[in-house]
């Protein structure tokens, strides 16, 4: 795992760029890798790279890298998890290798095929390339966005494993994008390809884009998901055994690394799948598990995975949160960079701390439930229809005030806050009514938050990207599939993955994702939707997997997750931070709130008059994202004086390629 950035001139004569402008982009990633570092400086172009080692440690591997004639030179950053299979078909085709790593793989596969190398790999990754041959900049994300790649084509064409990076660049501003940032306010994130800065963009999942010199840029979507041709049938024993085979192959293939490796388990049957499977692979000794909990009991359920650890005999560790955390909200913020309202992020982050100690690579559960229908949501749209059969007279007038009334809910999924999101999200039709459940700020808070010249300068509806994500789903997809399709295209991305990336790449953590290996989504699409869930009970495929395998209690468990005590926390520990961050001078400033709606939300949350935790959350979070990368008051450096110093390589053209000075040529390269 890495991170890479650079710059590519739109001028064909243009001299190269300041080394010491690449030496800062790559300094801004040192913390994704603090093992190595490189910059190449060519004409009109820069490339950087920071290595975390963990396949081929030695210097083989080093990057940015490039082919023996100096044709392509690449920078990559994340796993190709089927490198070794894409390699043996390399070299029968001729082509030679310097190195056991799978960027050599993708830059030997691209001199072959292409960008017709990419429907070869199975992997997360993000790389660019640039094939001096015709003097182009390609660029390449995994189809399920679990590696990222941000960019800006102001003046130049910039590019970054995170935004630090092009804001590196003193010429590069940070200005907010309002109509990003109000479709944060509603969704918790700003939908790629927005990022909420004005003018910096993300690469989509499963797009390349092809960047000639005179600023011409194309893009196109090499890979969508996997569907069968039609709805699926077949057996439900059949789906069990295929989910059962393609997640054990994919964590074999995962659990692939030089340097430890174990897993993040919350004690669910996501996570604790993977350590089943890691268990029965075997070869190392006990699997090293990880994972985190809360003081207040009504929260923790690190119980649970400790329950599952002794099921598997694997090594446990195990840390507590406490609502000291809000210390740390300014650094999780600065990581995070778009601004992100998901609070799991807080506990995520911690516990990637706490795994770096002892692993560089852990494999994590994400992504199932977003296959077979884990979440409460999918419950919610199946009672939705019902609601509105009743007339909207009395669901106006007497259910929806009533709901709003009820006593506040001091648990962890409390009936009043549930029967709220439903009430306000059934009013729409489908899916905005399953974005609904989800949604941070309503529409109604909306409409009396944002002052009326920014909500004049705004679309009226901020819910249009929601609608898009089902522009690539086939037409036979049933209710439950076009739900599961907005989440593994809208919600997966934006997010659960946002938040696993920027979080554990944080402390130099590699967190991989066997549930989004190619085989087991292609498993996953392949099943009935009455496979994955029926009624209340969702992901029954896989508890008929580890029936034989998990204690009852884990396996009748409610769905849960990182989820903190928010409510309770913004009312009483955390106050004084919500009070600093979100102030009458911060409104101001940002020109969209009005102040009057803001305290009013703060005092009747603190008095206990109603519970705006995710609205204002949503708010602290955009309060310290303002200070942070806007206004500037508080960013923070995330240099690392450990890591190593990045090595620059200045290559001057030699026979159509570019290569240092001192660089041996090898003739007899079959590129």
């Known amino acids: 795992m890495c991170g890479i950035a650079g710059i590519f001139e739109f001028d064909a004569l243009a001299l190269p760029p300041d080394a010491g402008l690449g030496l800062r982009m790559a300094d801004s990633l040192v913390h994704r890798g603090p093992d190595d570092g490189g910059l190449l400086v060519a004409p009109g172009l820069l490339l950087a790279h920071r290595r975390l080692a963990v396949i ?121 994008d309002w109509e990003s940032l109000d479709r944060f306010l509603t969704f918790g994130y700003p939908p790629a390809p927005s990022t909420g800065f004005d003018g910096i963009r993300q690469v989509m999942p499963g797009e390349w884009i092809r960047v000639a010199r005179t600023g011409k840029v194309t893009r196109r979507r090499w890979e969508d998901l996997p569907y069968p041709s039609g709805p699926p049938g077949g057996a439900f024993r059949d789906s069990v055994d295929r989910l059962d085979a393609a997640l054990a192959s994919a964590v074999e293939r995962q659990m692939v690394s030089d340097v430890p490796l174990g897993a993040l388990l919350s004690g669910g049957l996501d996570s604790s799948a993977i350590v089943r499977a890691m268990a029965r692979r075997g070869g190392g000794g006990a699997v090293e598990t990880f994972t985190i909990g809360f003081e207040d009991p009504r929260f923790d359920e690190s119980t649970f995975a400790a329950e599952v650890a002794r099921t598997f005999g694997t090594r446990h560790h195990a840390r507590r949160v406490d609502p000291d955390v809000a210390s740390i909200l300014t650094t999780i913020v600065s990581h995070a960079e778009e601004p992100l309202a998901d609070h799991s992020a807080i506990p995520f982050h911690l516990l990637s701390e706490s795994v770096r100690k002892q692993v560089t690579v852990a494999l994590s559960g994400d992504g199932a439930d977003e296959l077979l229908g884990g979440y409460m949501t999918y419950r919610a749209s199946q009672l939705a229809p019902y609601y509105r059969a009743i007339p909207g007279p009395i669901r106006r007038s007497i259910l929806g005030p009533l709901a709003r009334r009820l006593p506040l809910s001091r648990g962890k999924y409390g009936a009043s806050m549930l029967l709220r999101r439903f009430v306000d999200a059934a009013e729409r039709p489908f899916p905005f009514d399953h974005c609904g459940w989800r949604r941070m700020v309503s529409s109604d808070l909306r409409r009396r938050l944002l002052t009326p010249e920014r909500l004049a300068a705004l679309p009226p509806e901020p819910l249009a990207p929601y609608a898009d994500a089902l522009a690539g789903a086939p037409d036979w997809l049933d209710p439950l599939a076009r739900q599961l399709h907005l989440d593994l295209t809208f919600h997966l991305p934006n997010d659960m993955l946002v938040k696993v990336d920027r979080m554990s790449m944080a402390h130099a953590l590699e967190v991989r994702v066997p549930w989004l290996d190619r085989e087991v989504v292609r498993a996953c699409l392949a099943m009935p939707s009455g496979h994955k869930r029926r009624g209340n009970k969702g992901k029954m495929v896989l508890a008929a997997m580890l029936h034989d395998d998990l204690p009852p209690a884990i396996l009748r468990r409610r769905k849960a997750g990182f989820v903190m005590p928010l409510e309770q926390w913004l009312r009483c520990e955390w106050q004084p931070l919500l009070r600093s961050a979100l102030t009458a001078e911060f409104a101001h400033q940002t020109g969209a709130f009005q102040w009057t709606c803001l305290e009013s939300m703060i005092d009747e949350h603190a008095l206990g008059r109603g519970d705006h935790a995710y609205a204002l959350f949503t708010l602290l979070v955009m309060g310290i994202w303002w200070r942070v990368w806007i206004t500037g008051e508080t960013r923070r450096s995330v240099r690392r004086p450990d890591a190593a110093p990045t090595q620059v390589h200045r290559v001057v053209r030699s026979q159509g390629g570019y290569l240092e000075p001192s660089h041996p040529r090898d003739e007899g390269d079959p590129s």
């Open 56 to 176: 081929d440690l030695s210097l083989h591997a080093h990057q940015p890298m490039c082919d023996r004639r100096g044709w392509c030179w690449l920078v990559f950053n994340g796993e190709i998890y089927n490198f070794r299979e894409c390699r043996r078909k390399l070299e029968s085709l001729g082509r030679r290798f310097r190195s056991d790593s799978d960027t050599e793989v993708l830059l030997e596969g691209y001199l072959e095929w292409g960008m017709d190398v990419l429907p070869e790999l199975n992997g997360m990754f993000a790389f660019a390339l640039w094939d001096c041959r015709d003097d182009t900049l390609w660029l390449a994300r995994d189809p399920m966005g679990i590696k990222p790649l941000f960019y800006s084509e102001r003046g130049a064409f910039r590019f970054g494993s995170e935004i630090k990076a092009i804001l590196a660049d003193d010429r590069i501003p940070a200005h907010p």
